[in-house]
């Protein structure tokens, strides 16, 4: 038998060495924190702007004297709707965010680092950001303001600074001398955050809702929310004739076996049975002549 020199390979550097195994678990490390620290921030915002915009749709349909739930709007159909409208703000706030980061890393690079500089040293001071945080949630209050009454802008920075300093200072400084306390204070900022941003949302979609109302036009908002801007012609049931002089009626909804119009010539809502109304000639967000408003019977009458 010829013997043949095989080479044994060598196995023992097949497994991974130490430095590479710690190089992995850094890098897995990083990753796993980097999602932690976004979701502490984004969490909170998401779950106070979905809490807060349920408010807002009853504020849109409160414009045509009506419900939610008087339009059939259940509570799985205004999960969904919120979730749109989350999406939306998602949308616009990514590239808002993106917008930030990139003006902060150009005025880093301007000023020659000394940008960072500035943010580490406020960082460092526990009373400066503790102040900057106060001050951040006062304004947060903005929204919330303007919704429940008109007020000037002077008194609304006014009342920002004021309730951020006597109310948020002293809190948000203890709060920073623990870790727990820190990751607490990421969470009560985000959620003002979002309640801000929620009340915000609110005062656009009434301003949309008195805008449908008056011009029988909606906007992008109130479509991403779901509201139906949809218009028939009503008929009736056993000769199908056309009713109320064969005008376009704007269906906002159905529940316990009525429809729920909205009459823009006579500014009014009212109801009729499903079992005695035929919609004819359906349509979706309708083209309306420049300068179109409603309420031209009403005003005649």
């Not at 890393?105 to 001071?125: A, D, H, Q, S, Y």
């Not at 009560?188 to 009340?199: A, D, K, P, S």
Request: proline share 4%.
């Amino acid at each position: 038998m010829i013997d043949q020199n095989i080479p044994v390979e060598n196995t023992a550097n097949l497994s991974p060495s130490s430095d590479d195994v710690q190089a992995d678990k850094e890098a897995s490390g990083s990753v796993v924190e980097l999602l932690e620290r976004i979701a502490s921030v984004v969490l909170p915002i998401a779950v106070a702007l979905y809490a807060v915009l349920y408010i807002g749709i009853e504020e849109v349909y409160a414009v045509f004297g009506i419900s939610p739930q008087q339009a059939g709007i259940d509570q799985s159909v205004l999960f969904g709707r919120l979730m749109g409208t989350l999406v939306l703000v998602l949308l616009l706030g990514i590239p808002a965010l993106g917008l930030i980061v990139g003006l902060g890393w150009l005025i880093n690079k301007v000023t020659f680092g000394f940008g960072e500089k500035l943010v580490g040293g406020i960082r460092k001071r526990p009373w400066v950001a503790a102040l900057i945080a106060a001050l951040w949630c006062g304004a947060t209050y903005w929204g919330f303001f303007n919704f429940v009454g008109d007020l000037d802008l002077t008194i609304m920075i006014v009342i920002a600074v004021g309730l951020g300093v006597l109310t948020f200072l002293v809190p948000f400084r203890l709060l920073r001398r623990k870790p727990v306390g820190r990751a607490g204070l990421k969470v009560l900022v985000g959620g003002l955050t979002g309640l801000g941003l929620g009340f915000l949302l609110i005062l656009q979609l009434s301003y949309g809702a008195v805008e449908v109302q008056r011009t029988g036009q909606s906007n992008l908002l109130l479509d991403t929310l779901g509201f139906q801007d949809q218009w028939a012609i009503l008929k009736n049931a056993e000769d199908d004739k056309p009713l109320y002089d064969g005008r376009w009626m704007m269906l906002l909804g159905e529940s316990e076996g009525t429809y729920l119009f909205y009459d823009c010539d006579k500014l009014d809502t009212f109801r009729r049975p499903i079992e005695t109304t035929n919609l004819g000639s359906l349509q979706l967000s309708p083209e309306r002549e420049e300068g179109f408003t409603c309420g031209g019977l009403a005003e005649g009458q």
